[in-house]
């Protein structure tokens, strides 16, 4: 059974970082693209970045250059490290991974929320 159980949100102001870690279970870990996404209120989900099993990543445009996306396969673990954070990055953050064409997993969310 897929696990994904993020941690690491929280309050912090504008300019400030945080780390948000996705414990990840059920699956061989290593294998697959692995992805953040954020939901901010009355908006809908939104990719923030991917990273791929080949070790390449993308970056949604509002996030690029200060968000970096990485993983630890012997811990099972994926990493969101977010610096230069801004209040517009205020969202639930969910750590997701499709392990089949009709399977996508997301785990229950962390809030961050950035103050001005």
């Known amino acids: 059974q897929v696990q994904l159980v993020e941690s690491g949100g929280g309050l912090v102001q504008a300019g400030g970082s945080l780390r948000l870690s996705c414990a990840a279970s059920g699956f061989i870990f290593s294998l697959y693209t692995m992805g953040w996404y954020r939901q901010a209120p009355g908006k809908e989900r939104e990719l923030v970045a991917r990273?791929?099993?080949?070790?390449?990543?993308n970056y949604a445009g509002s996030v690029k250059g200060r968000f970096t996306i990485s993983r630890d396969n012997a811990k099972n673990t994926l990493y969101l490290q977010m610096n230069s954070l801004k209040p517009e990055d205020t969202a639930v953050y969910y750590c997701n991974v499709r392990t089949s064409v009709n399977e996508a997993h997301w785990g229950q969310g962390t809030q961050v929320t950035v103050s001005s």
């Open positions: 990273l791929f099993n080949s070790g390449s990543t």
